[in-house]
């Protein structure tokens, strides 16, 4: 887990430091990891195997938004640590899986006596929440687009 995006810029002893406030879940396919509208405090990394990220459409069917498989620098939930919100997202096992869970109030608890290691966490979560920003932005460009498309052609 050391090269997983949230932990590359951390020395070793850093990074021994702060893996221990993460809990180590066995989840097997078919799983609900995260049931979207439902309030959190959490956040996943993705050990092993393989999740989708799932919308519930207006007619309350599930559509697939991505495939996320262990080995990238997906990060899930994260907003649920600043926030303790509502999920944004279903995320469910698609194979048996392995995910590291952190709370929120296990990361503010090292964060405040870990500063150093926490604003390298923070750091990371910050990009991460603003490339998922962007990208939400550029859906509502492309989804507005489309709807000035159907209304000017009726």
Do not use: C
Request: aromatic letters at 8%; zero cysteines; hydrophobic letters at 40%.
């Amino acid at each position: 887990m050391k090269n997983h995006a949230i932990f590359k810029h951390l020395t070793q002893e850093e990074f021994e430091q702060i893996i221990h406030i993460f809990q180590e879940k066995r989840i097997k396919k078919d799983t609900l990891i995260i049931k979207e509208g439902e309030t959190g405090d959490s956040a996943f990394l993705l050990a092993e195997g393989k999740v989708s990220v799932v919308k519930e459409t207006i007619y309350g069917e599930d559509y697939v938004v991505t495939i996320i498989e262990a080995g990238g620098d997906e990060f899930f939930g994260e907003i649920n640590l600043i926030d303790k919100g509502k999920r944004t997202s279903t995320i469910k096992a698609i194979e048996d899986s392995v995910i590291l869970e952190v709370t929120s109030d296990k990361l503010k608890n090292f964060m405040d006596k870990n500063p150093i290691i926490g604003y390298k966490i923070m750091w990371y979560m910050s990009k991460s929440l603003a490339r998922h920003l962007r990208k939400s932005d550029s859906d509502v460009i492309t989804l507005f687009n489309a709807l000035v498309e159907v209304v000017e052609n009726d």
